[in-house]
T-cell receptor, first 116, second 110 residues
Framework: AQSVTQLGSHVSVSEGALVLLRCNYS??????LFWYVQYPNQGLQLLLK??????LVKGINGFEAEFKKSETSFHLTKPSAHMSDAAEYFC??????????????FGPGTSLSVIP | DAGVTQSPTHLIKTRGQHVTLRCSPI?????VSWYQQVLGQGPQFIFQ???????GRGNFPDRFSARQFPNYSSELNVNALLLGDSALYLC?????????FGPGTRLLVL
């Protein structure tokens, strides 16, 4: 079984400060890991994904995440927060690129606020 | 290229009614999945269909059903609606681990 936990349901940072959103996962098979962003009243947009290649993954909008197997973590970071980063962020896990079985488990989400 | 499309965008129903939500995947994608996102929570997996067959089902009651058509579009049906069914319903199409979500259908049950 797979599961995802996100520490901190709400995170506030100042504009220009480091963004750190925490994600820990549990998986009985090598996981594929994802970060999605959701802006108010919109669907989900993929920020980045880990698919068993490089452990440091770079995504869109300056975000990156590092896969640490020993810590079962996949934390999301951005060096300098921008006002437009204010949104809900979801960490997610799946079993891999099996088109015939594509179940994604999402974490509860972290709401990011950026203070001017 | 068109992304995943869902219809309708918004829907208001009353308790006990039935609802049908529709999803059109990206061209070439044969897999469609449905997720329910209750306000303030992460999306929860409801169903996955691949090549018109159900390949996965989440922990949802039998009031929820779905099907996939020969053109790979999909419908999600919910019978006997409850207030707790109010949520954003997301559809995703995927191909070899590349997954794309639609904008969702926001359902309000009164």
């Amino acid at each position: 079984a797979q599961s995802v936990t996100q520490l901190g349901s709400h995170v506030s940072v100042s504009e220009g400060a480091l963004v750190l959103l925490r994600c820990n996962y549990s998986s009985s098979v090598p996981p594929y890991l994802f970060w999605y962003v959701q802006y108010p009243n919109q669907g989900l947009q993929l920020l980045l994904k880990y698919t068993s290649a490089a452990t440091l993954v770079k995504g869109i909008n300056g975000f990156e995440a590092e896969f640490k197997k020993s810590e079962t973590s996949f934390h999301l970071t951005k060096p300098s927060a921008h006002m437009s980063d204010a949104a809900e962020y979801f960490c997610a896990v799946s079993e891999g690129p099996k088109t015939s079985y594509d179940k994604v488990i999402f974490g509860p989400g972290t709401s990011l606020s950026v203070i001017p | 290229d068109a992304g995943v499309t869902q219809s309708p965008t918004h829907l208001i129903k009353t308790r006990g009614q039935h609802v049908t939500l529709r999803c059109s995947p990206i061209s070439g994608h044969k897999s469609v999945s449905w997720y329910q996102q209750v306000l303030g929570q992460g999306p929860q997996f409801i169903f996955q269909y691949y090549e018109k067959e159900e390949r996965g089902r989440g922990n949802f009651p039998d009031r929820f059903s779905a099907r996939q058509f020969p053109n790979y579009s999909s419908e999600l049906n919910v019978n006997a609606l409850l207030l707790g069914d109010s949520a954003l319903y997301l559809c995703a199409s995927s191909l070899f681990g590349l997954r794309y979500f639609g904008p969702g259908t926001r359902l309000l049950v009164l």
